[in-house]
């Protein structure tokens, strides 16, 4: 039984330090965007393009975490913005400790919009708040259409969920209006979004739904 | 600390118990193997081709590792072996002390392979040993070339590395070369083979490489 109490005090220590995260993120007029899905599925690509649409009228950063290396990170740092990137040593998902320590490697007081680039993971990374304003799931196309039924925590939990490479569905047995109702079943409140990084497909439309979220928040603290 | 300690004992608890599962599994003569990939990599796919080749010569069986949900285990059913659901209720991966417990649904003495396809996760399955004979790891050509590097664990232990979907590689930035390289630097024993479950490619030798390694323990116990 020692083994359940751990987790408990694990997730509780988690959930005081996400609120410490959620204050400071007020404080200091940071909306923070936690991204999250299984490897492979685009969460940068996603984030380059959300970024490049936000650059003219918010100041982004990224934390970008990662077993190991730091591919990704070299990506995101020719948008000339801050990077941040955060080896978890094994560890399958970020917790709000480590976003708390992460926070002190930014300026904040120079940034609007922070992405949080989860370990890619679709199980873990949803079980732990770490203070960001939104979360963000995405399925790749190629992963096909039983994602959502399958690792559901993570669609009951995110505010948007993004259908990527989604100019590949011609090639793949994806069901797309299922996998929205599944992802409003489990979430009603989930908008549902399709995009291709690739072709540029529905990043328009995805950008209009996280602006406004951002403009929501730094307007009102 | 408390944690710390904790996770050593679980893991420690899993040696003994994943070594039990290896001696029931040689006096049984069952061959094991745990799948492992990302979510949506073709893990079903990849079992379900193998288990049709292999029909003629060996007794297959499944476990089906799942969060939630059965919906791999009904595609699994139709090939007429025997299959059971393990539902993980939240965990992101099998441990040794779930597969001991999944072997007495199976009859043994009737069953040559066992497959188990572990949870969708590049990440947690690689750290539980659970008494397999081989470990399959998959990464899907639409995930990228770079999931060797940003998981490391998974593909230094890995017996067999499949690169999956890999009709896809003309729409997809994957340098399979450079993917082998990798793999075959985190594990010089480890071999790689190239498939795809739709355009029926690269199975067979896939399958020549299984059979020999099943028919290698089967004479030997």
Redesign the interface.
Known sequence: M??IR?VK??LEANEDCSNEVKEILARKKVFAINVMA????GKTSLIIRLIEKLQPHYKAAVIEG????Q?DAEKLDRLGVPVVQLNTS?A?HIEAMSMKKMLTYFNLDDIDVLFIEN??????PA?FEIGEDMKLAIV?I???D??V?????LFTKADLVVFN?FD?MR?FNFNDQQAEKDALQLNPQTKVFRTSCQADGGIGTLYDEVASRISSKLEEV
């Open positions: 020692s083994s751990v005090q694990l299984a490897p492979g599925a990662d077993i190991a290396g591919v094994g399958c370990v890619g993971n679709l199980v873990c079980e790749s190629p992963e096909g039983d994602k039924v399958k690792y559901p925590l490479k590949m090639f």
